[in-house]
């Protein structure tokens, strides 16, 4: 059963068209690259690349001392899968059809040609994996992430599932230039799965050559860095190595296949297991691998759901549709398309995996597709939350065997509830985007009336909400628009904007207990100033595949820069120069930008003061 969501959103003005669907967007401000920013007050506490909240916790020695330095009893553990989940008996390597287990055994196939590290997340090693920065220097590390060496207690895994892909079932699809390495339980005692992406060819790898090539590498390493960076649940990139193998791809789909290089990225996540995952196993008939596989996921990864409880299954699926109801929720939140939703991408923990063809919307427009292959715009920005009631559908559908009647009422009903939640959670971060404290009646349709002049005028997303987020009551008033503004001065000229804007001065007076200058605070927590647009990653893409690695590097360095600014200059220049390691170059840049926005915004307000006086 596939429902469409209709939005109750009335329209202000009688004959008003308002957009289909409501979008809610934040920015990213991981992807731009050693700039001399403006007053960024607000959003540095979204921007998370490089802070270590257990250092803070634990006390910065202790954390510190608990860093690997090396690999050599650093280890990794395939026993909780391999213990509970069957494993294809057949150890060759090449393609087939795979039936009655979750896993094939399959080495990474190691790169031909000299390979050379790009990148590293240094949260990621430090946080997640408990090792020192400086072990990415070594040879060890270099062979781990590219797939030449293996690492004491990994089995190489490459995963089994199917999957709907634009809406038709595709069959046995997996991981086809994929290997799971194993499981890695942090000092924190969280388990977290390694996967190398682009190590070579595995039973799942149909007409594939089993590689990933380095413009596709980049996009990812810094899309899943800067959704982190948003709070947004999504797998990590450890790291990213790039070779000068040939692989041939054809970028466009257009007949046009030309040379690339390939690359590895070393993937992290708390489970690599999707909507595919199950569908494949109830399309063959396999239910008691069925059961085994979802009791394994329900203790692993649900603890809000008693394994021993007999509607567990539909627990699951509550859990299930609630979270993704969220999660596209929060995706729409930053404007962001992923490109590619089939079932075998959707994650059944509800985080953001598989970066393809995705993109940050620019101008507003409901109509938006970053992917050149979706002729239909079945997977454009307007229809994600759609997408999401047809995946869970299809993850019910997956389910209903091992449901009785009751109990298959009983999920059908959850699923119907979808819309209600994804809304509920819609409706709440675009009134925090606009500052609105409470409830009120025509909350709805002052949201609605917004998105239509921006539709109508073209205006970029991301720059409209955080401009709304720095200018004041009394300049909305007065429609006295500042220049450096532009966003909302496109706005401005449409004939509708000072209705608008006198409502939500009207909605404005509603919020207890509130001020402007509190409103504006709160707002810029919630509306950085930058997203990952579709040029800033291309740039690093075109600087790469020239060797110069400068722009994917500066990400995880921005996010440290942007982190000293939210509240004193001072108090965290001093703990990140004390206690965080960066070269010289690094540094000095740290420096020059720290103290440029420091002299800028004091030389702001000075100028402010005295025009005031």
């Known amino acids: 059963m596939t429902q469409r969501i209709r939005f109750p959103f009335c329209c202000l003005i009688r004959g008003l068209a308002f957009p289909r669907l409501l979008l809610f967007g934040v920015t990213c401000p991981s992807v731009v690259c050693c700039l001399l920013l403006p007053d960024l007050e607000g959003s540095a506490h979204l921007l998370l690349l490089s802070r270590n909240k257990s250092k803070h916790e634990l006390g910065y020695c202790e954390a510190e001392a608990k860093l690997a330095l090396s690999l050599d009893f650093w280890t990794l553990s395939s026993e909780n899968l391999l213990a509970v989940l069957p494993v294809d008996p057949v150890k060759e390597n090449y393609v087939r059809k795979v039936k009655n287990c979750i896993f094939s055994i399959a080495v990474p196939t190691p790169l031909k040609s000299r390979v050379r590290l790009v990148a590293v997340s240094k949260e990621v090693l430090e946080d997640i994996l408990d090792l020192d920065l400086s072990v990415s220097e070594t040879d060890d590390f270099i062979q781990l992430v590219s797939g030449e060496k293996i690492v004491s207690g990994s089995i190489p895994l490459a995963h089994r599932y199917g999957g709907h892909q634009f809406g038709i079932w595709a069959g046995q699809l997996g991981d086809g230039r994929a290997h799971l390495l194993g499981t890695y339980m942090n000092r924190q005692g969280e388990k977290w799965e390694l996967q190398l992406k682009g190590s070579g060819k595995t039973p799942y790898s149909r007409n594939g050559d089993g590689r990933a090539v380095l413009r596709s590498s980049v996009r990812e390493f810094l899309c899943s860095e800067a959704m982190h960076s948003l709070r947004i649940p999504t797998s990590r990139v450890a790291s990213l190595v790039v070779s000068d193998d040939e692989v041939w791809r054809d970028q466009f789909y257009n007949g046009n296949i030309v040379k690339e290089r390939g690359a590895v990225v070393l993937r992290v996540a708390k489970s690599w297991f999707r909507i595919g995952s199950l569908e494949i196993l109830a399309h063959y008939g396999e239910l008691d691998l069925l059961r085994t596989l979802l009791d394994f996921i329900i203790r692993e990864h649900f603890p809000s759901v008693e394994v021993a409880e007999p509607n567990r299954y539909v627990d699951f699926f509550s859990v299930v549709v609630s979270e993704t109801a969220q999660l596209i929720a929060l995706w729409m939140s930053v404007g962001f398309a992923h490109g590619v939703c089939n079932t075998d991408n959707f994650s059944l923990l509800s985080i953001t995996i598989d970066y393809g063809p995705f993109g940050f919307m620019e101008a507003y427009n409901p109509d938006f597709v970053p992917n050149t292959s979706d002729d239909e715009g079945r997977y454009k920005i307007g229809n994600q939350a759609n997408i999401g009631i047809f995946n869970l559908n299809k993850l019910l559908q997956a389910l209903n065997p091992i449901l009785d009647p009751r109990q298959r009422q009983l999920a059908a009903q959850i699923l119907e509830g979808y819309p209600v939640l994804y809304y509920t959670r819609f409706r709440e971060l675009f009134k925090a985007k606009l500052g609105l404290l ?100 291309e740039s690093a893409v075109r600087k790469a595949e020239r060797n110069d690695f400068s722009e994917v590097r500066c990400v995880s360095l921005l996010g440290l820069y942007l982190l000293i600014l939210s509240v004193s200059y001072f108090k965290h220049t001093y703990f990140v120069c004390r206690h965080v390691k960066l070269d010289h170059c690094q540094y000095q840049l740290f420096l020059l930008v720290a103290w440029s926005l420091f002299i800028s915004k004091s030389l702001f307000h000075f100028l402010k003061e005295k025009n005031l006086n």
């Open 438 to 537: 409470g409830e009120t009646k025509g909350d709805d349709d002052l949201i609605a009336f917004l998105l239509h002049l921006m539709e109508k005028t073209a205006a970029d997303f991301t720059m409209t909400f955080r401009q709304l987020s720095e200018i004041t009551q009394s300049q909305l008033q007065e429609l006295n628009i500042p220049q450096q503004f532009w966003a909302l001065n496109m706005i401005s000229k449409h004939k509708l904007f000072p209705a608008w804007v006198s409502q939500y001065l009207l909605r404005l007076k509603s919020n207890m207990n509130d001020s402007d200058s509190e409103r504006r605070k709160r707002m810029t927590t919630v509306n950085p100033r930058y997203v990952l647009r579709n040029w800033m990653a």
